[in-house]
């Protein structure tokens, strides 16, 4: 089955990544942010789901992960894929709705983990699109040949 930009996903190894990993990293094609979710609790805290800035390792990562959640030390099973499809595709394929349901079983009552994963979801949407304007736009964008500009063009040194 292809899917909206033709690349193929294995969907049931995903779901696999998705319902046994302690701590998943998603990354996206056209930013740098990733998507880190942990499901690991304690008594007094929760799974997180956060929008973070690449690091360079896995060993940073851990690193990174260490300091935001000290409580919990290394995970038992870490994994990091790129989704290379639109953060929409994400929400239509249904593998949002499976990230959802691995970690609001486990929300607490006032809904913090709801509100992050619906925050979370919207600024994926922003990065987006600003990064799809920014292309459009040639904004943090380099071409591989210039276009010449033609008669009927004004020169832009003018």
């Not at 089955?1 to 033709?6: D, L, Q, R, V």
């Not at 690349?7 to 701590?23: G, N, Q, S, T």
């Amino acid at each position: 089955m292809f899917t909206e930009n033709g690349v193929l996903i294995d969907f049931e190894e995903l779901r696999k990544v998705i319902d046994k990993c302690d701590v998943f990293t998603v990354g996206f094609r056209l930013f740098s942010e990733r998507m880190i979710v942990d499901t690991r609790t304690t008594g007094e805290e929760g799974p997180m789901l956060e929008l973070v800035p690449p690091v360079g390792t896995v060993e940073e990562r851990f690193f990174w992960l260490g300091q935001r959640r000290p409580k919990f030390g290394v995970p038992e099973s870490f994994t990091f894929f790129i989704w290379p499809h639109s953060v929409r595709y994400l929400e239509e394929s249904g593998m949002m709705d499976r990230i959802r349901q691995r970690i609001y079983p486990l929300d607490n009552e006032n809904g913090d983990i709801g509100r992050s994963v619906a925050e979370s979801i919207w600024k994926l949407i922003a990065l987006e699109r600003k990064a799809t304007n920014d292309a459009i736009a040639g904004r943090n964008y380099h071409t591989i040949w210039e276009r010449e500009p033609s008669e009927s063009e004004p020169d832009a040194s003018t």
